[in-house]
C-alpha cells in the first residue's frame, strides 16, 4: 500500500528558514515557512542518487541495498522497483520520454530497463565496478564510467541501444572505449561522474583528483581539461537546457559554470564537504546538500553534523535559508524541473520530498538596499508612473 511505502514527517520537520548573513548582508531576505515534507521509506541502506524525469512527475532512486525504485512525485506513492542487480546502485539515468532506465552498479555491470513494466532488457558487463551512467541526446545510445579493477584500467564506454531495435540484438561490447590509464605520478584517477553535452558535441566527465575533461564521443580523443576543485568532485549537475553546471566538491565548495566557454561564474563556501548541489530551474537559487563523511559521523551530534539542504542565492553566493530533517549527510538532491518540489537522499537510508509552499513560490528575488552610484529606485519610478495613470 502507499502507507507501507511512504509517511508524512513529523511536526519537527517543519523548518524556518532564516538568513544566515542578517547583519552582515545589504540584502532582505524574507523569512519562508517550509512545509511538511512526504518521507520516502523504500531502501534499506544509504541513498546514492535521486533524479526526476524530464516531466517531473516520476522520480527514480537508488541506494546500497542493490534495487532502484521509482515514485510518483506527486504524493509519494512507490510505483514499482527494478529488480536483478547484485551490488550497490551508484547511478542511474532515465530517458528523454521516461521509457527506458539505465542503471551503473558495482556488481561491474550497467542494466538497461524498460520503465513501464520493470524488465531488465538487456546487461552490459564492465571489467570493474560501474560509477556512472548517462543517456545521450536522441536516447539512442548511453556512456558509462567504470572503475579500475586488477590489470584492467578506468574506463569510459558508449553503447549503441536504439529504441527501434530489438534489445537481443544490441552488442555486449560498447561502440567506443576510452582507457584512463594511471597519471604521470602513477597514481590512479577514477571518473566520478559522466554527462553528455548538448547535441552529443563531447562527453563531459568529472574525477577523484578535482578535473574535467571533455573527451570526443566518436573517437575517444581528449578535447580539454581543467581543475575547477582541488579535491574529488563528487557530483555535477546542469540545469534544463545544459547551459550551466554546478560541481560539488570534498573541498568544502560547490562552483557554477558556464558550459560554453566553462568560464567560473559563481563559487558557494560551506564550512563542509559538499555531496550534491543543484539548480533551481525556476528561481536564481541553488541547493546544496552534504555534511562530514559518514564513517565519522557517530562521533558528532546531528546538531553539529549540520545535515540540512542549505538554500544559496544564484546570483549573490550568499546563503539565505536551510531545511533540516536528515540524520545522516545528505548524499543526492535533485529539484523538479517545475520548481514546486525538490527531493534529497541521505546516508540515513530515506528520502524527504519537500513541496515548497506559497511563500516560497512568491518570493521575491532581493535586492541591496543600498543603491549604488548612477541607480535609481525602480519602485519609486513605478509608484510615480502609476499615480500619473490614475490622475489621468
Same mark, same amino acid.
Given at each position: 500500500?502507499?502507507?507501507?511505502?511512504?509517511?508524512?514527517?513529523?511536526?519537527?520537520?517543519?523548518?524556518?528558514?532564516?538568513?544566515?548573513?542578517?547583519?552582515?548582508?545589504?540584502?532582505?531576505?524574507?523569512?519562508?515557512?517550509?512545509?511538511?515534507?512526504?518521507?520516502?521509506?523504500?531502501?534499506?541502506?544509504?541513498?546514492?542518487?535521486?533524479?526526476?524525469?524530464?516531466?517531473?512527475?516520476?522520480?527514480? $532512486? #537508488? +541506494?546500497? %541495498?542493490?534495487?532502484?525504485?521509482? @515514485?510518483?512525485? !506527486?504524493?509519494? /506513492?512507490? =510505483?514499482? &522497483? *527494478?529488480?536483478?542487480?547484485?551490488?550497490?546502485?551508484?547511478?542511474?539515468?532515465?530517458?528523454?520520454?521516461?521509457?527506458?532506465?539505465? $542503471? #551503473? +552498479?558495482? %556488481?561491474?555491470?550497467?542494466?538497461? @530497463?524498460?520503465? !513501464?513494466?520493470? /524488465?531488465? =532488457?538487456? &546487461? *552490459?558487463?564492465?571489467?570493474?565496478?560501474?560509477?556512472?551512467?548517462?543517456?545521450?541526446?536522441?536516447?539512442?545510445?548511453?556512456?558509462?564510467?567504470?572503475?579500475?579493477?586488477?590489470?584492467?584500467?578506468?574506463?569510459?564506454?558508449?553503447?549503441?541501444?536504439?529504441?527501434?531495435?530489438?534489445?537481443?540484438?544490441?552488442?555486449?561490447?560498447?561502440?567506443?572505449?576510452?582507457?584512463?590509464?594511471?597519471?604521470?605520478?602513477?597514481?590512479?584517477?577514477?571518473?566520478?561522474?559522466?554527462?553528455?553535452?548538448?547535441?552529443?558535441?563531447?562527453?563531459?566527465?568529472?574525477?577523484?583528483?578535482?578535473?574535467?575533461?571533455?573527451?570526443?564521443?566518436?573517437?575517444?580523443?581528449?578535447?580539454?581539461?581543467?581543475?575547477?576543485?582541488?579535491?574529488?568532485?563528487?557530483?555535477?549537475?546542469?540545469?534544463?537546457?545544459?547551459?550551466?553546471?554546478?560541481?560539488?566538491?570534498?573541498?568544502?565548495?560547490?562552483?557554477?559554470?558556464?558550459?560554453?566557454?566553462?568560464?567560473?561564474?559563481?563559487?558557494?563556501?560551506?564550512?563542509?564537504?559538499?555531496?550534491?548541489?543543484?539548480?533551481?530551474?525556476?528561481?536564481?537559487?541553488?541547493?546544496?546538500?552534504?555534511?562530514?563523511?559518514?564513517?565519522?559521523?557517530?562521533?558528532?551530534?546531528?546538531?553539529?553534523?549540520?545535515?540540512?539542504?542549505?538554500?544559496?542565492?544564484?546570483?549573490?553566493?550568499?546563503?539565505?535559508?536551510?531545511?533540516?530533517?536528515?540524520?545522516?549527510?545528505?548524499?543526492?538532491?535533485?529539484?523538479?524541473?517545475?520548481?514546486?518540489?525538490?527531493?534529497?537522499?541521505?546516508?540515513?537510508?530515506?528520502?524527504?520530498?519537500?513541496?515548497?509552499?506559497?511563500?516560497?513560490?512568491?518570493?521575491?528575488?532581493?535586492?541591496?538596499?543600498?543603491?549604488?552610484?548612477?541607480?535609481?529606485?525602480?519602485?519609486?519610478?513605478?509608484?510615480?508612473?502609476?499615480?500619473?495613470?490614475?490622475?489621468?
Amino acid at each position: 500500500s502507499t502507507e507501507d511505502a511512504h509517511s508524512h514527517g513529523d511536526t519537527n520537520s517543519r523548518s524556518t528558514a532564516k538568513s544566515s548573513t542578517e547583519e552582515t548582508s545589504s540584502l532582505r531576505f524574507p523569512q519562508i515557512k517550509w512545509c511538511r515534507p512526504i518521507l520516502l521509506k523504500g531502501h534499506e541502506r544509504s541513498i546514492t542518487v535521486v533524479k526526476f524525469n524530464f516531466d517531473g512527475d516520476l522520480l527514480f $532512486t #537508488a +541506494s546500497k %541495498d542493490h534495487t532502484p525504485s521509482v @515514485w510518483r512525485s !506527486e504524493n509519494g /506513492e512507490r =510505483l514499482g &522497483t *527494478f529488480n536483478g542487480h547484485k551490488g550497490t546502485i551508484w547511478d542511474l539515468d532515465v530517458c528523454r520520454f521516461s521509457k527506458r532506465v539505465v $542503471t #551503473a +552498479s558495482a %556488481d561491474a555491470s550497467a542494466k538497461l @530497463w524498460d520503465c !513501464e513494466t520493470g /524488465e531488465c =532488457l538487456k &546487461t *552490459f558487463v564492465h571489467h570493474g565496478p560501474v560509477r556512472g551512467a548517462a543517456w545521450a541526446d536522441g536516447s539512442n545510445m548511453f556512456a558509462t564510467i567504470s572503475d579500475p579493477f586488477v590489470e584492467h584500467n578506468a574506463q569510459i564506454s558508449v553503447y549503441d541501444v536504439p529504441e527501434n531495435d530489438d534489445p537481443s540484438t544490441y552488442a555486449d561490447t560498447p561502440r567506443l572505449e576510452i582507457d584512463l590509464p594511471k597519471n604521470a605520478n602513477g597514481k590512479r584517477v577514477n571518473a566520478t561522474n559522466i554527462v553528455w553535452l548538448n547535441l552529443n558535441e563531447a562527453l563531459f566527465v568529472t574525477f577523484d583528483n578535482g578535473a574535467i575533461r571533455l573527451y570526443d564521443p566518436v573517437t575517444g580523443e581528449e578535447l580539454d581539461e581543467f581543475f575547477p576543485h582541488e579535491k574529488k568532485i563528487n557530483r555535477v549537475s546542469f540545469n534544463l537546457d545544459k547551459t550551466l553546471f554546478i560541481t560539488s566538491s570534498a573541498d568544502f565548495t560547490a562552483k557554477l559554470y558556464d558550459v560554453v566557454d566553462f568560464r567560473h561564474l559563481k563559487t558557494y563556501k560551506t564550512d563542509r564537504p559538499v555531496n550534491d548541489a543543484v539548480i533551481s530551474e525556476t528561481k536564481d537559487h541553488i541547493l546544496l546538500g552534504g555534511g562530514q563523511e559518514a564513517m565519522s559521523v557517530t562521533t558528532t551530534s546531528g546538531k553539529v553534523g549540520k545535515f540540512e539542504t542549505r538554500f544559496f542565492h544564484l546570483v549573490y553566493e550568499e546563503e539565505f535559508g536551510t531545511v533540516k530533517g536528515h540524520f545522516g549527510p545528505i548524499n543526492a538532491l535533485a529539484i523538479n524541473p517545475n520548481g514546486r518540489c525538490y527531493a534529497s537522499g541521505a546516508e540515513d537510508g530515506y528520502i524527504r520530498l519537500h513541496y515548497f509552499d506559497k511563500s516560497y513560490l512568491d518570493m521575491k528575488d532581493p535586492v541591496p538596499e543600498e543603491l549604488e552610484e548612477g541607480e535609481e529606485d525602480f519602485d519609486e519610478e513605478k509608484e510615480i508612473e502609476e499615480d500619473d495613470e490614475e490622475s489621468d
